[in-house]
């Protein structure tokens, strides 16, 4: 299991525009699509990794909590499905029928969309405002596999009630850890590696 950390995309930063397919309603998913909600978190994820099925569950279980209190999630996997199958867009359907994901989860042919948010890693979250400013970019909790810690949720839950309840998001943010995203081969992007 290769260890990358998120890249930390600077605070403050405007969400970059997308335009994606979700792989179960086959609908295009962009920024416009949670235009009205109070906030956005955008993970980056993807079928097979250990990190994620570590706490793919509680991820599930964000979506129950948040989305009827107004918040907009899209979940979206990036990897290079031609040397990584498992995270093809018909298992990304499965996984998000067996979870019960009530939010989009789209699949990033191009990886640019992975490249515009910086992501590095499964899983790497990222949390902006309503107005689409980011606020948090960071792990999900302490919980890793193997080291025992409960899937909680804390880091990234405090940040979500600060976005809803319209309070200041602590800067102090520890990096996700997952699997490095797959690129594929001479696409890898500058902040990579």
């Known amino acids: 299991m290769a260890r990358t950390l998120s890249t930390m995309l600077p605070l403050g930063t405007k969400a970059p525009d997308f335009s994606l397919e979700d792989v179960r309603s086959g609908n295009k998913i962009s920024l416009d699509t949670f235009a009205e909600n109070k906030g956005l978190l955008v993970m980056f994820i993807c079928v097979h990794c250990p990190f994620v099925k570590h706490l793919q569950n ?96 804390k880091d990234l839950k405090a940040a979500i009630e600060g976005v809803l309840r319209d309070r200041t998001v602590d800067a102090q943010q520890k990096p996700s850890i997952g699997c490095n995203i797959k690129w594929k081969a001479g696409n890898e992007p500058p902040y990579f590696g």
């Open 58 to 153: 509680a991820l599930a279980e964000i979506g129950k909590e948040y989305v009827e209190q107004g918040l907009g999630i899209v979940a979206i996997s990036a990897n290079d499905i031609i040397n990584y199958p498992d995270d093809s867009p018909e298992k990304m359907k499965i996984m998000a029928e067996t979870l019960g994901f009530n939010f989009p989860f789209c699949y990033d042919e191009t990886q640019e969309v992975a490249k515009a948010y910086t992501a590095a890693c499964t899983p790497d979250f990222f949390l902006f405002d309503q107005d689409n400013i980011l606020v948090y970019r960071g792990q999900f909790d302490d919980s890793r596999p193997g080291n025992d810690i409960p899937v909680t949720g």
